[in-house]
């Protein structure tokens, strides 16, 4: 599907932690039909929806209904972490199951995520199903203390230190501050990142990203419909899943091989550009240590190197990574401080830097992005966009 597909409308909501009243079906149908009418297109020209299987989100049946779609004929509800949609999406539209899908993602702070949130009746019935009540898993699995225990054995392997860390916090919390949308935008220094509660070690509340309510929605078509529509389509130059056979937290052996590794060889095999023709650079930061993992895995270092990468090429003027002196890493802010929206944020952010809209964080002449988007374990992904 190489250049087969581009994405041609976009839309947004802010990011919060407080929109205490406000469902996640409204702010779906929000970002919707601001992503419908910045492709300049009608709800009647949309035939395909595909939104993620987030807890309390609208399913696409639900959306579809609330937006009185006429005629689709595609519609489909893949788990989270935004790419596993956007190839669901460009999978429909390039076997001919419709023409043109309607892309969204719908973000809901859950009741154990914030006081405000547990007050709030609506987020009581947040999980699909009804109610917050979730099943006992082992704690291995539990995100947050996976991913704490591969940052300590990170550390163990590479000698690596708590600063490596904290610079990905302070990255994304300098680009932040220049995002409007962004949830968190107050100036972050390393002593406050040291200083930050701890929640397991190595890991910091730095670290984790933050629980926010927001929506993102885009709208994509064939690439030869795009140019139509559009001066500058952003097209999907490339797009991948990859996980190893042994995929949960409590799992893999190590971390000399797993889902990163697998997008970034499908990714070259796929793909006619890399790290050096890259003007954006989007890393997931669900947690620190995914975002050391995927600089290192791409290839801008070798393993255990984030750190030091990221300090060889801090750009101290802007506060914050600049690699090469011209390549941002998630100039919205990231997961850390726009705020969790599991990769729609990177994805929204490529396309908005490849049009040119970035506004004061635009990237001068920025023609191609790359986003490696979720964790180590099963839900590892990967994309190269880039403008024609």
Same mark, same amino acid.
């Given at each position: ?6 994405? @041609? ?10 929109? @205490? ?38 399913r696409a049946s639900q959306m579809a209904a609330m937006l009185g779609l006429s005629s689709v004929t595609h519609h489909s509800s893949p788990m989270p972490v935004a790419l596993f949609g956007l190839i669901d999406a460009m999978t429909a539209i390039f076997s001919g199951q419709c023409d043109t899908v309607l892309l969204y993602f719908a973000f809901t702070r859950l009741p154990w995520n914030s006081r405000s949130a547990a007050k709030d009746v609506l987020r009581n019935y947040a999980m699909m199903g009804g109610g ?12 947050? +203390? ?13 000698? !690596? ?15 932040? +501050? &220049? ?6 935008? +107050? ?100 947690? !620190? ?30 506060? !914050?990574?600049?690699?090469?002196? &011209? ?7 990231? !997961? ?53």
């Amino acid at each position: 599907m190489r250049d087969e597909i581009a994405i @041609v409308g976009v839309g947004s909501t802010d990011f919060r932690r407080d929109a @205490v009243g406000r469902s996640p079906a409204s702010l779906a149908a929000e970002a919707a039909i601001d992503a419908i009418r910045d492709a300049g297109i009608g709800k009647g020209d949309i035939d395909g929806v595909v939104g993620a299987l987030e807890p309390g989100a609208p399913r696409a049946s639900q959306m579809a209904a609330m937006l009185g779609l006429s005629s689709v004929t595609h519609h489909s509800s893949p788990m989270p972490v935004a790419l596993f949609g956007l190839i669901d999406a460009m999978t429909a539209i390039f076997s001919g199951q419709c023409d043109t899908v309607l892309l969204y993602f719908a973000f809901t702070r859950l009741p154990w995520n914030s006081r405000s949130a547990a007050k709030d009746v609506l987020r009581n019935y947040a999980m699909m199903g009804g109610g917050t009540k979730v099943p006992p898993v082992p704690e291995a699995i539990d995100p947050s +203390a996976a991913y704490t225990a591969w940052a300590s054995r990170y550390i163990h392997d590479y000698g !690596s230190t708590r600063e490596d860390f904290g610079r990905v916090a302070l990255n994304m919390r300098a680009n932040a +501050a &220049r995002n409007p949308k962004a949830a968190m935008k +107050a100036p972050l220094s390393m002593e406050d990142y040291l200083q930050a509660r701890m929640i397991r070690h190595p890991l910091c509340m730095l670290d984790m990203d933050i629980p926010v309510d927001g929506a993102d929605a885009f709208v994509l078509t064939t690439t030869e419909r795009a140019k139509k529509m559009t001066p500058n389509p952003i097209v999907v130059h490339a797009a991948t899943a990859g996980m190893v056979g042994k995929n949960d937290e409590d799992q893999l052996s190590s971390l000399a091989r797993h889902g990163q590794h697998v997008v970034v060889e499908a990714l070259k095999e796929r793909s006619d550009l890399w790290i050096d023709d890259v003007d954006v650079f989007f890393p997931y930061d669900g947690f !620190s240590i995914i975002t050391l993992g995927w600089i290192e895995n791409v290839g801008y270092c070798k393993p255990g190197g984030a750190g030091r990468f990221m300090q060889e090429h801090w750009d101290d003027e802007a506060g !914050s990574v600049m690699i090469d002196g &011209r390549v941002p890493m998630n100039p919205h802010g990231g !997961s850390l401080s726009e705020g969790a929206s599991r990769g729609t944020g990177h994805l929204r952010e490529a396309v908005t830097q490849l049009r040119g809209d970035a506004g004061q964080r635009q990237v001068q002449d920025a023609k191609t992005a790359l986003i490696g988007c979720g964790g180590f374990f099963f839900n590892s992904q990967g994309a190269i966009l880039k403008r024609l």
